[in-house]
């Protein structure tokens, strides 16, 4: 059985940065595209980037891109999200995602 399991996520002013990790186990990592998403209180969830089994990558243009970057290690079976200059928009729990399989969902609160 596949399990994702993320951490990383709290409480943090605008302009901090917070790393998520999301580990998943029982699969085979290593060839699956890996993805973030997140979810706004009152608001659907929505894609916020994804990373190749080659290590190809794709940003929501509109909100993330060159703020937050995504990463991988096969070795580790880990996904990251680094996230950086953090605004309170980007206050939402954020889901990690492989195949049809879903991660908890850490929340991510930025202060003003």
């Known amino acids: 059985q596949v399990q994702l399991v993320e951490s990383g996520g709290g409480l943090v002013q605008a302009g901090d940065s917070l790393r998520l990790s999301c580990t998943v186990s029982g699969g085979t990592f290593s060839t699956y595209t890996m993805a973030w998403f997140r979810q706004a209180p009152g608001k659907g969830r929505e894609f916020v980037a994804a990373i190749t089994s080659s290590g190809g990558v794709t940003y929501d243009t509109n909100s993330v891109k060159a703020r937050f970057t995504i990463s991988r290690d096969n070795s580790k079976n880990t996904v990251y999200l680094q996230m950086t200059s953090l605004k309170p928009g980007d206050t939402a729990v954020y889901y990690c995602?492989?195949?049809?399989?879903w991660g908890q969902g850490p929340q991510v609160t930025v202060s003003s």
């Open positions: 995602k492989i195949a049809i399989y």
